[in-house]
């Protein structure tokens, strides 16, 4: 079976390959073609899996190229873990945010706004080559914002592209160890769209123990997202958010953390991962040591500014181990082995919420066989979040649309209509500073 990866060059694919070493199922994947636009970052990351697969007689095949085509020819899967831009593109889209007060992260609020407009057209592309090169693969969705990249590519694979994320996986498995449940076993309630959920149950052998959690003010601050958004909140919504929802809620903490840090998020981990590329060159260099090493201060890192405003300390070691590799692996081996299973997904509405219509794509439990994932029925959102909801995917859809145009006038709504962003002005502003900064976003006019 062959499975393509395309951002083949990025730091986190030997994640991927490091699963995929482990699998020795039948039916398993035994080639890998690396896709990047950046040969460089490609040759690095096949050193990175080949020290990975060293000693290891039946490690999956990998080859890598940057012809997009080659690449996808032949697929029985595709992984999709691109970054338009790059890790430049993202430092500013943080800055260009921040400059105008309001939130530049890569998913939520004006930053993700900026990532969707120039990511859509590219995962479009992808997605029409999928349809004529290998119209039989499937196609797994990483690359973000994931549930609006889900959506515009959906519209040409339809439930053929399905979106992964490894923030709900955490969620539920930090949960489930503090209620002292197997993760595997308990069955996870959550709902919303892609870095916008909530958990609002978990069910061991039948019976509800997240009311146990919320009742329970030591127990809610033994854990991340219950230091993160606090006990009291956390009981007042009745359910526990997705971390992402901490710029939501604490935004105007969450940017002044941002303001007031030594460098963002981006361009922390493109200073980061500039270093790792370049130490990689040298051949003398153990590549899989340099990658781990780099990786470990990226994991103890990760949303450092919510932490801080929060007050909410460091990691906890368990939540340094990623996921979505793993997520991935499941995914695909429900699929070519008809290995049922049930995964929290960004997939094709269909009639699971009744808030939103059958094409948005929204992030839920899913059972997945041979046939793909299919969204499990779920209970009505309350109205803090349908509203929510519904909000930030008219933000999405107009995101889309603003793509297929080309309309700056349309891209301007997209970033006027969403709850982070405070005034129409300053969404004409940020267009005109993502414009003059991002070559991508040329497309946009009148």
């Not at 999709?80 to 890569?106: F, K, M, T, W």
């Not at 592309?125 to 039989?136: C, F, G, K, N, T």
Request: hydrophobic share 45%.
């Amino acid at each position: 079976m062959k499975l393509t990866i395309l951002g083949g060059g990025g730091f986190r694919v030997p994640l991927v390959y490091g699963a995929l070493l482990k699998d020795r199922g039948e039916g398993r994947v035994t080639r890998v073609a690396l896709h990047d636009v950046a040969a460089d970052r490609l040759s690095a990351v096949a050193r990175v899996l080949a020290e990975q697969a060293a000693g290891d007689p039946d490690a999956p095949e990998v080859t890598a190229t940057t012809d997009l085509d080659e690449a996808l020819r032949g697929a029985d899967f595709v992984f999709s873990a691109i970054r338009v831009g790059g890790l430049e593109g993202r430092a500013e889209d943080e800055r260009v945010a921040l400059a105008e007060g309001v939130l530049g992260q890569e998913t939520v609020g004006a930053g993700g706004i900026a990532y969707g407009l120039r990511t859509v057209p590219v995962a479009v592309d992808i997605a029409r080559r999928v349809a004529r090169l290998a119209p039989d693969a499937w196609v797994i969705n990483f690359t973000n914002p994931a549930g609006l990249v889900t959506e515009a590519m959906s519209r040409h694979l339809g439930d053929r592209v399905i979106g992964i994320c490894d923030s709900p996986v955490g969620l539920g498995r930090r949960i489930a160890r503090v209620l002292g449940a197997d993760p595997a076993t308990a069955w996870i309630d959550y709902v919303g769209l892609n870095h916008l959920g909530w958990v609002r149950g978990l069910r061991v052998a039948g019976r509800d123990e997240l009311p146990r959690l919320l009742a329970d003010p030591a127990l809610l601050g033994s854990f991340e997202e219950g230091r993160l958004f606090g006990p009291d909140w956390i009981q007042a919504l009745g359910a526990v958010p997705n971390e992402y929802l901490h710029y939501y809620y604490y935004n105007r903490e969450t940017v002044r953390a941002y303001q007031e840090a030594e460098r963002t998020r981006g361009a922390f981990l493109r200073d980061q991962q500039a270093a790792f590329y370049e130490e990689t060159r040298h051949p003398d260099t153990a590549a899989l040591a340099a990658w781990n090493r780099t990786r470990a201060e990226r994991e103890a890192t990760y949303m450092a500014e919510n932490r801080d405003a929060a007050g909410a300390g460091e990691r906890e070691a368990e939540d340094l181990s990623g996921g979505y590799e793993n997520v991935a692996l499941a995914l695909m081996r429900a699929i070519a082995r008809n290995e049922r299973a049930t995964l929290i997904l960004n997939v094709r509405n269909r009639s699971t919420l009744a808030e939103l219509d059958a094409d948005a794509v929204i992030e839920v439990p899913c059972l997945v066989d041979a046939g793909g994932a299919h969204p499990v029925a779920t209970a009505p959102l309350p109205d803090h979040a349908a509203g929510l909801v519904r909000s930030v995917k008219a933000v999405e859809r107009e995101v889309l649309a603003a793509a297929e145009s080309g309309s700056r006038s349309t891209a301007v709504k997209a970033f006027a209509l969403h709850p982070l962003v405070d005034s129409v002005n300053v969404a004409r502003r940020l267009v005109d500073g993502y414009t003059a900064v991002h070559p991508g976003l040329a497309y946009l006019r009148g």
